[in-house]
């Protein structure tokens, strides 16, 4: 096996990996943004803006190990936020009451 074929070959599980992490990564953003946007005048807000720094930060580091530079991880976040504000837009978001209710 040549050395260009192996190479290409261990670029597809990347690739794989990179889409995985990215749909994971956008629905887990969307959840926080739908909780962002319901809870913005209570103290949950500041919780959960931490939670969505955390992934943000956890996901980056996903990137940065799975690219070779810069320009790609850029243009994988630039599909990112298009992604993200393409299902902000399509679905809206979801209402998450800051009240406590008793279950039945």
């Known amino acids: 096996m ?3 074929n192996n190479k290409n070959a261990r670029k597809f599980p990347k690739a794989l990996e990179i889409a995985v ?5 956008l629905l887990v953003q969307y959840l926080l943004a739908c909780f962002m946007l319901s809870m913005r005048a ?3 807000y500041i919780i959960v803006f931490a939670a969505n720094v955390f992934v ?7 990137l940065a190990r799975l690219t070779e530079s810069r320009m790609e991880r ?10 993200l504000a393409a299902a902000v837009w399509l679905f809206g978001y979801f209402p998450v ?4 209710k008793k279950l039945a």
């Open 97 to 100: 009451s800051p009240e406590l």
């Open 74 to 83: 850029a243009a994988i976040f630039a599909l990112y936020f298009a992604a």
């Open 2 to 4: 040549s050395v260009e």
């Open 21 to 25: 992490e990215s749909v994971n990564f």
């Open 42 to 44: 209570s103290l949950v």
């Open 56 to 62: 943000f930060i956890k996901y980056g580091e996903t």
